[in-house]
């Protein structure tokens, strides 16, 4: 099959609709949590002013985790076509994992190098596989995201509160520090560059501007482009 067939296949009419209803349910979602997180902080008397404030720092912040999603999509837009990357990457938000996915699937087809013309047979694979992968994912959410609740309060009632809540900032803690040494550990020490300087800008910007509201606000965004920019200025010397 040639490449223009392939294309007009992956991003044909009946491919959007098969996968509007999805990305549909994904942007009312979106507007509804939005629209409820307002109302729950007018009700703990957040102001506007506060909410303003907090809207603008998330905005900052997302740029950095942002670049890498939008490049993986421009990649995936070719590979299984526009319709389903936007409902795979907007589903799942795990950019990397599902173009693994992507090459996990095809691989079965025995396409080794993914490309813009891969062919049905391997992208029909690599859909099942990003499929498969999401609803491991869709299920637990399913089963156990309404008992969260329940469970903190049960752990409230039998603990100390404080002891309680450091648990919960050292799981969290943990978290991103798994994270940060996946990113570092056995990589090139451009990660490593990047990590000590975002790292670095952060501790100076809380510091130097602690008394700078918008600032303090901005200062996590500001501290990953940073380290982005450094160490791809140092890759190009």
């Given at each position: ?28 979602q ?13 009700r ?10 907090a809207m ?14 939008v ?5 995936m ?12 990457l ?5 950019a ?9 699937g ?8 993914l ?8 992208w ?19 089963l156990?995201?309404?008992r ?8 409230y ?26 990113s570092?550990?056995?990589q ?37 482009l ?12």
């Open positions: 099959m040639d490449e223009l067939t392939f294309q007009k296949i992956i991003n044909g009419k009946d491919i959007w609709l098969s996968c509007l209803p999805m990305i549909t349910i994904i942007l009312v979106s507007i509804l949590y939005f629209k409820n997180a307002v109302q729950e902080a007018r703990l008397d957040i102001t506007s002013r506060q909410i303003r404030s603008r720092s998330a905005c900052v912040t997302a740029i950095g985790p942002s670049l890498s999603p490049i993986i999509a421009v990649s837009i070719s590979i299984v076509g526009a319709p389903n990357a936007w409902f795979n907007n589903n799942i938000g795990a990397r994992t599902e173009l693994a996915n992507v090459a996990i095809a691989s079965f087809a025995g396409v080794e190098e490309s813009s013309n891969i062919g049905l047979s391997a029909s694979y690599a859909l099942w596989t990003c499929a498969l992968n999401g609803t491991g994912w869709i299920v637990v959410t399913f156990l995201n309404h969260m609740e329940g469970i903190t309060n049960r752990l009632q039998r603990f100390e509160k404080g002891l309680v809540s450091a648990l919960m900032a050292s799981a969290v803690t943990s978290l991103f520090v798994y994270l940060l040494a996946n570092c550990v056995g090139t020490p451009l990660h490593i560059v990047a990590a000590v300087v975002s790292a670095a800008c952060m501790l100076l910007l809380t510091r130097l501007c602690a008394k700078n509201h918008i600032l303090q606000e901005l200062s996590l965004g500001i501290s990953m940073a380290g982005m920019f450094v160490s791809a200025a140092l890759a190009k010397i």
